[in-house]
Structure formats: C-alpha cells, structure tokens
C-alpha cells in the first residue's frame, strides 16, 4: 500500500493523509483546513486528488484543522462514508455549520464586490450548510476500541486519544501480501491529568505511526490550570481592576476553561466579577459536553455529580448575539470576555482584541497554539504591533501566554505515546513546525527508533 502526506506535513493545520491499497481502495484519513497563511492554497488546488475516486474517509476528531473541508469532498463527487465517534459527529456539525455560515457572509462580499449575481465560480473553495447537512448524513458512528471490518481484509479501530471530546487515535489493520499490516494515525494527542478529559489511551502493536508533533520540541509547564487562573485573575481584574480578555477555540479549550472557573468559583476563589463567554458555537459545544459526560474524566464526571452541572455558575453570561456582543465594549467594570478564535484569525475575538489591545490595564491570556502566520502567533513571538484585517495596532495590554490549557501532548508525551512500540517499521511525523518535528525526531531516535521520517508535502511511501 501507499501513504501520501496532501496536508499537516512541515505545518500545522490542514490534516490529510491518502492510503492507497493494493487493489486500488483509497481511504482518506482527515481532510482539514490550512490556515497556515505563508501557504496560498488556491481552492482550485485543495485536492491533488480527484475525491470521486475516494471509497473511504476516516476523521480522527471534529477541530477544523482536521474535518474543515470534508463537505468540499461531497462537493468535487465523493459519495462514500465517513467513519468517527459519536461525539465527534455531535461537535462536527457545529464546527462545520459555523464554517459555512462564515463562507455565506464570504460569498456575500464576493458578490457585491463583483457587482453580478451568483456564479458558480463565487462558490470555489466554500460551502454551506445544505452542503454540511448533505456531507453529515454520509458519516457513520463507531464506538471506541471495537475493531470493525469496513470491507473484507480491511479493519479499523478508533482508541481514545484525549485532547477533545470523541477524539480518536485510529489504527488500520489489512491483510495484504499473505500478511497483515497495521498503521496508525495519532490525530492530535491529548494530554494526562488534562481539565475534563480521560487520559489517551496507548496504541496496540502496530507496524507504522502518523503522529502528530506539535509540541514535539517543548514541555508543558508545570503549573495547575486553577492557580494559574486565580494568579492572573487577580492580578488583572482585582489588583489593577482591568480587563482579561481570553481568545479560546470554542469547541474544547473554552470547555476547560469555563470548568476551572467553575471550580474556581464553587471554592469561593473567583471574584464577584462578569464572565463574558461570547461564542454561540462554544455554548452549543458545550451543551454537547453535557450530553456525553460518562465519556469525561472521574473528576469532571464526580463534580457534575455533586454540582448538577459542569459549566454554568454565578456571573457567567452567555452572548448570543452581536448586538450583544459589541455592547461589551462599554462595560467598564473589571472582567473576563473569553471568546473565539483562539489564533485571533476571525470570529468576534478581533472586536475584543481592536478594542482593548492599547489598553495598558487589560491583560491577553493566550491559553492555546497558534499557528505560524497567524496574528495569535504574533502576540505570541513578542510583537509590540498587531495587523488585524490590514491594520496595525500597538500593543499596550499586557500579554500572558500559558501552555496550561493546552490540549496536546508535549515532547515527553509524544515520546512515550511511541516508545512501547516494538515492531515498528516507520515513524511518520506530521502536523508541527519544523523545530519540533527535528527535536522530536532526534528524541525518537535517542530512544533507538531508525526510521523516522519528516515527509514532504505531496511526499509518497510504500508500506
């Protein structure tokens, strides 16, 4: 069989891997967005494909990054399935339907900038929700850890994986050549002792591993999620009575944090201050969490026991809309505003962030990664200016960056996800910029693994 890399390789973002068998079945496994911003990746070129060919798909987890243009798939002629958890389908259809409401307001401008009414070529490289709702009803769910035969001599098994709810490491078994290979894809793995989340789960003997590598040169620091928050709360909205202002992705990272403050607030350590969550998409991401409790931790499950509830508790305020959201900004009293994205490219975070930047008594708390070419990972690298929609902004706020809150395994983790693996033939390192991919490369080879390989995009390998 062949494996080709069309996505994640030397980058961040845009997960996609083509497995081609030797009687020609093609499964794709993840078909994400890139938002990596050095690439220009023309509509036109998404697919080095042709998707009508594909016979199977394969998700790992619902973050856009790794789902974001399936329903293009179902747009260029692929009629198949696509296999996942139930909880990522849950979440899936909120990320996807928020994506295509974003393409309508696109689209929008597209055709008043052009001044014509819709044409087809309007409508390259987007979707919209008829078009979710026709890919959704192609997905199909699979339990966790129960090996399931897609076709004869093809099986997979999906293993928990942490880092967000559904999320799973997915191994393929197929019987080819008088023998049986087992590949495994690693998705993004999660972190132990992570807000919420069960621990990852360690992979069965397989004969190659895609693994993620995002934090593949670094270690979490060693902090707890609620001191970090009650330190900085205090120092922001209590000492200097200011502002804390939190991009999060809405679907995960707020759900952690929304928890911790939660926690926070039930032990009488959170000040009497209000707590914006402005992201309609967090709040329906975390009516999904509620629904699948029995598939969080012992901690989150026991505290929801004791507290009818997991995430709503005195001073947080749900925003609805934008009229609400923008009102915001005259609200002068000590808060916290948590909102999307969590890499500053889009959402109603940019309006918070416009607003409150040159604020010297406002604190950012950047609690995720953001991808190279981002303005997240701008702040992130120390820039004093912000370009925002081609405008640049000084930076006066005080700007805090923690891995805490991060749902990725680190250096150590990745190393140990892979170090029980005693047969393993290759070692494919993906979705990390090219430090980590050499560090964690040259840990794995430490440990005596030969054959780890950084591939290309576009790169292929016999298996």
């Not at 929304?258 to 998409?281: C, E, Q, T, W």
């Not at 005596?448 to 292929?460: A, L, N, Q, W």
């Amino acid at each position: 069989m062949k494996l080709t890399f069309w996505g994640a390789a030397r980058q961040v973002t845009g997960s996609m891997f083509l497995l081609e068998l030797n009687d020609s079945y093609k499964i794709l496994i993840d078909c994400g967005t890139d938002y990596d911003k050095r690439h220009n990746n023309s509509p036109s070129k998404l697919f080095n494909f042709n998707p009508a060919e594909l016979d199977l798909v394969l998700l790992t987890h619902a973050h856009l990054d790794h789902s974001g243009n399936i329903p293009l798939l179902f747009l260029n002629g692929y009629k198949g399935q696509v296999l996942c958890t139930s909880a990522t389908l849950s979440l899936v259809q909120i990320l996807l339907n928020d994506s295509a409401s974003l393409n309508g307001k696109k689209l929008k401008k597209r055709i008043s900038l052009n001044g014509k009414s819709l044409h087809k070529d309007d409508m390259e490289g987007l979707y919209l929700e008829k078009q979710v709702q026709d890919a959704t009803t192609h997905f199909v769910t699979l339990p966790f850890n129960q090996t399931f035969e897609v076709r004869k001599r093809l099986r997979v098994i999906f293993i928990p994986a942490g880092h967000l709810l559904g999320a799973a490491n997915i191994v393929l078994e197929v019987d080819e050549d008088g023998t049986t290979k087992k590949i495994a894809f690693s998705g993004d793995l999660g972190r132990a002792s992570y807000p919420l989340l069960k621990d990852p789960q360690g992979l069965p003997q397989v004969d190659y591993v895609v693994c993620e590598s995002t934090y593949g040169n670094r270690r979490h620091e060693d902090e707890n999620p609620e001191e970090l928050m009650e330190q900085v709360i205090t120092q922001t909205c209590v000492d200097i009575s200011g502002r804390l202002i939190i991009p999060a992705f809405s679907t995960g990272r707020t759900q952690s944090l929304l928890y911790v403050l939660n926690k926070l607030h039930k032990k009488g350590k959170l000040p009497r201050i209000k707590i914006f969550a402005d992201s309609p998409m967090a709040f329906l991401s975390t009516k999904i969490y509620e629904e699948y409790v029995d598939q969080l931790n012992d901690e989150a499950q026991e505290f929801e026991r004791e507290n009818g509830g997991l995430f709503d508790f005195d001073n947080l305020i749900q925003i609805d809309n934008y009229k609400d959201s923008k009102a915001i900004s005259n609200y002068y009293e000590p808060c916290i505003i948590i909102s999307s994205s969590g890499m500053l490219s889009g959402g109603r975070m940019q309006m918070h962030i416009k607003k409150n930047i040159r604020n010297p008594y406002s604190t950012i708390l950047l609690v995720g990664y953001s991808a190279e070419g981002t303005p997240g990972y701008e702040l992130v690298s120390g820039s004093r200016t912000l370009r925002l929609k081609g405008k640049s902004y000084p930076v006066a706020a005080d700007v805090v960056t923690t891995d805490v809150f991060s749902g990725h395994a680190d250096r150590d983790d990745l190393i140990n996800f892979i170090k029980p693996q005693k047969n393993l033939k290759k070692v494919f390192l993906v979705h990390g910029e090219v430090p980590s991919l050499e560090a964690f490369k040259e840990g794995l080879e430490d440990e005596g693994f030969k054959d780890v390989i950084i591939p290309e995009r576009g790169e292929s390998f016999e298996l």
